[in-house]
């Protein structure tokens, strides 16, 4: 997440709502990761 925040520009919209959408993909992602890893262990 960090090396792809350092290659967005701030002042460019699309690449900025790109990274954002990014971001809150990897939330949720975390939503299915946690209850699978719970039910692995």
Do not use: K, S
Request: charge should be negative; charged fraction near 15%; hydrophobic fraction near 55%.
């Amino acid at each position: 997440l960090w090396l792809a925040a350092r290659g967005v520009d701030p002042t460019d919209r699309e690449q900025f709502t790109g990274f954002y959408f990014r971001v809150w993909q990897l939330f949720f992602l975390e939503y299915a990761i946690v209850p699978i890893a719970c039910l692995a262990a």
